[in-house]
């Protein structure tokens, strides 16, 4: 039986990827372009054709709770969340500043407050998340703007960087000067992700971010789904116990760790030799411990192989 799953972990390897893919777990970018291994390239952030545009203002907040609109704001909540990355993806960079702004779901910007404009920055671990709306169309020229999100992004000793966030399927991107750049310094197709619903309803998109900087290593590359991947963390949103399964595809000293949203280990759920196999494990957190988003990480010969990110709420 083990030899026969053993045979089998490149189909399980696929279809565990679309069914991660399906549920929004899968993050945006994998290995490094210098390996030729790599299922995809370690994409850098680029700018954007527009820039910063007209209604950048500067003192933006710092984000509370990880919520840049506030709970009545009107509109199609919306979740974004990644990690962090160096160029080649070998390091995750902690510290790095996200100065975010959007219109509200009138396509309107708030010129004269701060109402949907504020600064988060990723964790220990380079993760970042924040909570909003779905921005708003609003006309530019004779056609409408897709709805994006516009950041400015600051890792530690490097200066600001510029861009905007798009959504796949928004109909305005094939005839949007900036967001239908395919290639080149303003090359958007990289910016533009897919958003999710989750069990709640919100929708959900995954952005890690490459850019210039330095921080914590990773290992040569930081996803590796042909060594492992969870594939299902159940209930999500979750009270007082999650399920977790995940596969190993190659031998080696297996770890499951639980980081809250500060980059801190809450629980170490696994820790021990394994044969490649499916899995699961069982996390019952302290019932001291916050409701708020969290992310399970998988770990292959102490290399993150994946991580997903899951919310408590009691």
Request: net charge neutral.
């Amino acid at each position: 039986m083990k030899n026969k799953k053993k045979d089998n972990r490149r189909q399980f390897l696929r279809n565990s990827s679309l069914a991660a893919l399906s549920l929004g777990i899968i993050p945006s970018i994998t290995k490094s372009a210098n390996n030729t291994n790599s299922t995809v390239l370690c994409d850098e952030i680029t700018e954007d054709y527009y820039g910063q545009g007209p209604f950048y203002t500067v003192n933006a907040p710092n984000i509370q709770n990880n919520q840049l609109a506030d709970t009545n704001e009107a509109g199609t909540k919306i979740i974004i969340s990644g990690r962090v990355f160096n160029l080649d993806c070998s390091e995750a960079i902690p510290n790095t500043i996200f100065d975010i702004w959007q219109a509200n779901d009138a396509g309107t910007y708030d010129n004269s407050g701060f109402n949907l404009r504020g600064k988060t920055v990723s964790n220990s671990q380079g993760f970042y998340i924040f909570e909003s709306i779905k921005p708003g169309l609003y006309l530019n020229g004779a056609t409408y703007r897709p709805s994006h999100i516009h950041f400015k992004i600051t890792t530690p000793l490097q200066s600001p960087f510029t861009t905007q966030l798009y959504f796949s399927g928004d109909p305005y991107i094939a005839n949007d000067a900036a967001a239908s750049i395919t290639s080149g310094t303003y090359d958007a197709t990289n910016r533009i992700i897919p958003l999710t619903a989750n069990a709640n309803g919100d929708l959900e998109g995954t952005w890690d971010v490459v850019i210039s900087g330095s921080g914590i290593s990773v290992g040569d590359n930081n996803i590796h789904l042909d060594k492992g991947m969870i594939y299902s963390a159940s209930p999500n949103p979750f009270k007082d116990r999650v399920e977790i399964k995940y596969g190993v595809f190659q031998e080696g000293k297996v770890s499951v760790f639980v980081y809250d949203i500060h980059g801190r280990v809450v629980s170490q759920l696994e820790k021990q030799q394994l044969i490649p196999e499916k899995y699961e494990v069982i996390w019952k957190p302290e019932s001291k411990l916050p409701n708020g988003h969290y992310f399970i990480a998988l770990k292959i010969n102490d290399l993150q192989v994946h991580y997903i990110k899951i919310v408590r709420k009691r």
